[in-house]
């Protein structure tokens, strides 16, 4: 989909996170629903929608008989302690043609290239049978791109989720909040070494949250929805009070065409230091290189120049990633 300049004039910002978003809704060509979902991300940072694929039941019951003996919970057993185990599994979709199915959904990707305006490719799924319980955060430290905010996350739900099985939530409106970078919390990301990437940028989410007096929200969620969030959403999983219960899910990341892919948490973006990724879309399994206004973007920094310990910090840091 191509939209004139003249209707939007910021082609470096996603269409819908435009400050020209009332002025650009007409000319996105979207049917009444996904228009909705538009004008939810927009406002919200966020928005719900039923998983488009008729097959998605039994997808879902495929994967769990498949993954379910990979996390070392007595999954069988009502009264087991699921939170005991491994809490998720990374890039399934190597392997699970139905993980990969639903990463790489067509009607998914069209929507995206709607909503931001360029192609979107899925780079990462993440599959749990319970939720990890992890503090509030927004994907944008974790991997973002340049232009920013071209990042999104879909989690779909994988049965119906209870209050008590340690729900997704989310805190909206905190879309629009700005970036966080190393820069604006003053430390240096470049070879650093952390056991969680997200923990520098706690206090500067929680002072925002007590300054804007937004609040969190919990996603209840049935069987077989989906919720789409903005790259700078901030979100989280809520404490699990039964530990019996399941809660599986999918999460699939996705960055779109034409950007620069990289880790903020271990980078220094106002002196050029990048931790360039690489990342393979899931919907071929070729990499995506980094492009900068349809040039080529070299690898002049990026994991493997970086120490060990740096290394280290990012897989831990993708490993603890969840909804």
Known sequence: ????????????????????????????????????????????????????????????????????????????????????????????????????????????????????????????????????????????????????????????????VSADAGPLFYVPGSHRWPVLTNAMIARHGHGASLESAQDPFGPAWAALCEATGLARETFLARKGQ???????LLHGGSPQHDPTLTRWSQVTHYYFDDCIYYTPAFSDELIGKLALRQPLSVVDGMPRESRHLGQAVPATLNASHMPPSGVKAIVRAVQGLFR
Request: proline share 8%; charged share 20%.
């Open 226 to 232: 989906a919720l789409i969030w903005s790259a700078n």
């Open 1 to 160: 989909m191509t939209i004139s300049v003249e209707a939007h004039p910021f082609p470096g910002v996603p269409l819908i996170e435009s400050p020209l978003f009332a002025q650009i809704l007409p000319h996105m060509e979207l049917s009444e629903d996904e228009a909705r979902i538009a004008r939810d991300l927009n406002t919200r940072g966020y928005a719900v929608l039923d998983f488009p694929d008729p097959d998605i039941d039994a997808r879902i019951d495929r994967i769990k008989h498949v993954l379910g003996p990979q996390f070392g919970i007595n999954l069988d057993d009502p009264t087991s302690d699921k939170t005991c185990g491994e809490r998720r599994i990374q890039d399934a979709w190597h392997g699970n043609a139905d993980v990969r199915a639903i990463a790489a959904n067509a009607k998914i990707l069209a929507l995206l290239g709607k909503l931001y305006g360029r192609p979107a490719f899925p780079f990462q799924t993440l599959n749990f049978p319970v939720g990890t319980q992890q503090d509030a955060h927004s994907d944008s430290v974790h991997f973002s791109s340049q232009p920013e905010r071209f990042m999104c996350g879909v989690w779909l739900a994988m049965e119906d």
